[in-house]
């Protein structure tokens, strides 16, 4: 399930460089993840890194956007055609 981003945010700018799938957009008001480019970290880590850096909680799961995890890891072969994912 891809992640999204709550009105909590205070567009600090901190989970912007932790997503290696450059999901993470700043918006006009909040920063945004592009829910085609997520994989909830899936390919990469093992835990959500912006998750992990949001200093108020403000990355969550998107209840909208429900996947799998091999469709989490198709997502991301396809954002990163010829590597292997270091998580499966
Ligand atoms: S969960 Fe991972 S892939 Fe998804 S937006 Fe956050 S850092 Fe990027
Ligand atoms: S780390 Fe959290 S508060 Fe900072 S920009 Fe990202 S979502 Fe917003």
Known sequence: MAYKITEECISC????P????EAIT????IYVVNPAKCTE???WFESPKCAEV???DACV????HKETKEQLLDK??????????ATT
Request: hydrophobic content about 20%; some cysteine.
């Open 13 to 16: 700018g901190a989970c912007e």
């Open 18 to 21: 932790e997503c290696k799938n």
């Open 26 to 29: 700043e918006g006009k008001e």
């Open 41 to 43: 970290c899936m390919g």
């Open 54 to 56: 949001c200093p108020v």
């Open 61 to 64: 799961p998107d209840p909208a």
């Open 76 to 85: 991301w072969r396809k954002l990163h055609p010829g590597k292997t994912p």
